[in-house]
């Protein structure tokens, strides 16, 4: 497989987890290059869950070697407790398993800070964050004040730590919020140092290594292209560059060098966290896409707003992001609606629209225009082929390619493996 960049094509939870699982297999590295524990890559192998977070999906199968770029916000703890849990399930990743020592710390303050923030916010402010701490620590990356890695495995972590945690605790105190403890956060952090220090390591070179001797690179993006700092629903966000150009500042990857970007898309749409959908559903058939898709955030376990398939998103995602092939995920749980329907355009203030507006407020205000089409009433999930797919879902399928000029490269048909039908890639 040439150089792939992956992304979420609409609001996160696309199913990106069990699609990087899938392609893991022809790849020799898979990297993660942007945002943090907020994630939650689900992976079915056989009858095991796994739910990664900061992990690359790649990491379940034997000898791929797995990065975390530069651009990923890496909270330790909870990397210590995926990489241990990992271990004790016999997953063994030593020698293939890299962390960049460029990658920011997600401290204690950070989590605290992003708590206070959204308990204070009344209204339009809340963003409906995980609380992992991911906005204040890329907040204090481009403010020049975080610690990386490489500082975290330091001997001067204690030392580089102490005034980050004098100030945090000002702001903290000015919030409203506890002081935190200095000597409790050094000697937790020095502990989980001690345990990540085998796996940290400038990983520039081995990427680039890796390009040189033209293995495989799969590049593993968390979040979506609504979420993305700059092109998503903004203020409505995550706070990192999901989208495909991220691949690049978050690992070091040079642009000319990616031969493809893969877009993920369920047959659908759902949404974490507050911010305008345009295509949510209140009502019995949002209930059915929720229980039958079984849409609860991996992470903090939040249900998920859910809405039919809005055509304006993936065709910006398209575009934005360069996709060449799409793959189209979750279209099973479709499978038991009579009349499916598809944002085809909005219309706002009286006028059509055919692209995402920047401002949220307009957005807001954007009523979708619906196309409908006949729904398959037939059980999808252990179908194996394009073939076997009913008449109508493949007119489904064809529809949302036609409405974003993007061919379909993969199916997925439920959460295992082998419900994947792999169409061009
Ligand atoms: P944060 O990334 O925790 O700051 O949250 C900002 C927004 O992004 C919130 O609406 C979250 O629900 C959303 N978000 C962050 N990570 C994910 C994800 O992995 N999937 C879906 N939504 C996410």
């Avoid at 797919?389 to 036609?402: G, S, T």
Wanted: charged share 25%.
């Amino acid at each position: 497989m040439p150089t792939t960049v992956l992304v979420g094509a609409q609001w996160g939870d696309e199913g990106k987890g069990k699609i990087i699982d899938v392609l893991s297999e022809d790849t020799d590295v898979v990297v993660r290059f942007q945002g943090g524990s907020n994630a939650g890559h689900t992976v079915i192998v056989g009858d095991e869950k796994y739910v990664l977070h900061l992990m690359p999906s790649g990491i379940l199968h034997p000898g791929k070697v797995c990065i975390i770029g530069n651009g990923v916000v890496v909270n330790p703890v909870a990397l210590v407790d995926e990489v241990n849990e990992l271990v004790e399930r016999g997953v063994d990743f030593e020698g293939r398993f890299f962390v960049s020592d460029r990658a920011h710390v997600v401290l204690p303050y950070h989590g605290a800070l992003d708590s206070q923030r959204e308990a204070l916010s009344t209204g339009s402010e809340k963003i409906g964050t995980t609380k992992r701490g991911i906005g204040p620590a890329y907040s204090d990356k481009v403010a020049r004040v975080g610690l990386r890695m490489g500082d975290l495995v330091s001997p001067d972590f204690p030392e580089l730590l102490k005034g980050r945690v004098e100030n945090a605790n000002q702001v903290l105190i000015a919030m409203g919020a506890e002081a935190l403890d200095y000597d409790d956060i050094c000697r937790e952090y020095s502990a989980m140092a001690d345990r990540l220090r085998p796996y940290v390591a400038d990983c520039v070179p081995i990427l680039i290594g890796a390009l040189k001797e033209n293995k495989n690179i799969l590049f593993e993006g968390a979040q979506g292209t609504m979420l993305d700092i700059d092109f998503g629903t903004f203020p409505y966000v995550t706070s990192s560059n999901a989208t495909a150009g991220g691949a690049c500042t978050g690992t070091g990857i040079p642009p000319n060098r990616i031969d493809q970007v893969l877009g993920v898309v369920k047959a659908y749409t759902t949404r974490v966290g507050e911010g305008p959908f345009p295509t949510e559903l209140l009502d019995v058939d949002g209930e059915t896409l929720a229980r039958e898709g079984h849409e609860f955030g991996a992470t903090t376990g939040r249900p998920r707003r859910c809405g039919w398939f809005d055509a304006v998103v993936a065709r910006y995602a398209a575009d934005i992001n360069g996709i060449d092939q799409w793959a189209i995920t979750k279209l099973d749980v479709l499978d038991t609606f009579e009349r499916i329907k598809i944002a085809v355009a909005y219309e706002v203030d009286g006028e059509r629209c055919e692209s995402i507006p920047a401002s949220v407020t307009k957005l807001a205000r954007c009523k979708p225009i619906y196309e409908e089409m006949p729904g398959w009433l037939t059980r999808t999930s252990e179908m194996t082929s394009l073939e076997q797919l009913p008449q109508a879902a493949r007119n489904y399928l064809d529809r949302l390619c036609e409405l974003t000029g993007v061919e379909m490269g993969i199916l997925s048909v439920g959460a295992g493996r082998r419900q994947t039908l792999r169409i061009k890639i």
